[in-house]
């Protein structure tokens, strides 16, 4: 049981280029989403998916795109990097939406865009 | 007013020593309140669900005041593996979903030997 897993840790763009960050589950959640975790301010919400095929917006979804094809999967593409975008990222997931409901979150990735 | 506010810190105590930290939210009809803990460069990790009647986890005591809209969170006897940021979370919404979970940007600690 990997619990979540992220992929790449580290990872350095150009400005413009485009990348996938992936997270995978083995746990069996319904609810997966992306957070972003910048100095000096709490983690912000880009998307989230309650489930299979649903996925929905969060806070800060701008330079974004999910999908959500299977339970065990939750990439987060980059469409064009800029350096805002530097940051670490952090995917969660937890058994059901509710919020009696922890997360587990991954152990990140960090992204930095010259 | 920001919707959750936690003071930054650094709070530096020696271990065995008692350490509060509050956390005030904005939407009084916030239904659910989490502390999790984050070590440096590490993911959050849940440390505890706060109930209205307050729950204490050990060491670890989480007390809710809805009248005044604030959370709080107390060690007993810190040690020095509590050395990390504490993060408020707060659901703003009634629905209960977890897209409106808050994140407050924490509060860090540091136990001193």
């Known amino acids: 049981n990997a619990g979540v897993t992220q992929t790449p840790k580290f990872q350095v763009l150009k400005t413009g280029q485009s990348m996938t960050l992936q997270c995978a589950q083995d746990?069996?959640?319904?609810?997966m989403s992306w957070y972003r975790q910048d100095p000096g301010m709490g983690l912000r919400l880009i998307h989230y998916?309650?489930?299979?095929?649903?996925?929905d917006q969060g806070e800060v979804p701008n330079g974004y795109n999910v999908s959500r094809s299977t339970t065990e999967d939750f990439p987060l593409r980059l469409l064009s990097a800029a350096p805002s975008q530097t940051s670490v990222y952090f995917c969660a997931s937890s058994y059901s939406s509710h919020v009696l409901y922890g997360y587990t979150f991954g152990s990140g990735t960090r992204l930095t865009v010259v | 007013r920001k919707e959750v506010e936690q003071d930054p810190g650094p709070f530096n105590v020696p271990e065995g020593a008692t350490v509060a930290f509050n956390c005030t939210y904005s939407?009084?009809?916030?239904?659910?309140f989490f502390w999790y803990r984050q070590d440096c460069r590490k993911e959050p990790k849940l440390l505890m669900s706060?109930?209205?009647s307050g729950n204490e986890d050990g060491r670890f005591t989480a007390q809710l005041n809805r009248a005044s809209q604030y959370i709080s969170l107390l060690i007993r006897d810190s040690k020095l593996s509590d050395s990390a940021t504490y993060l408020c979370v707060v659901n703003l919404n009634y629905g209960g979903s977890q897209g409106n979970l808050i994140f407050g940007k924490g509060t860090k600690l540091s136990v001193k030997p």
């Open positions: 939407n009084s009809a916030s239904q659910s």
């Open positions: 998916s309650v489930g299979a095929g649903i996925t």
């Open positions: 746990m069996n959640h319904e609810y």
């Open positions: 706060v109930y209205s």
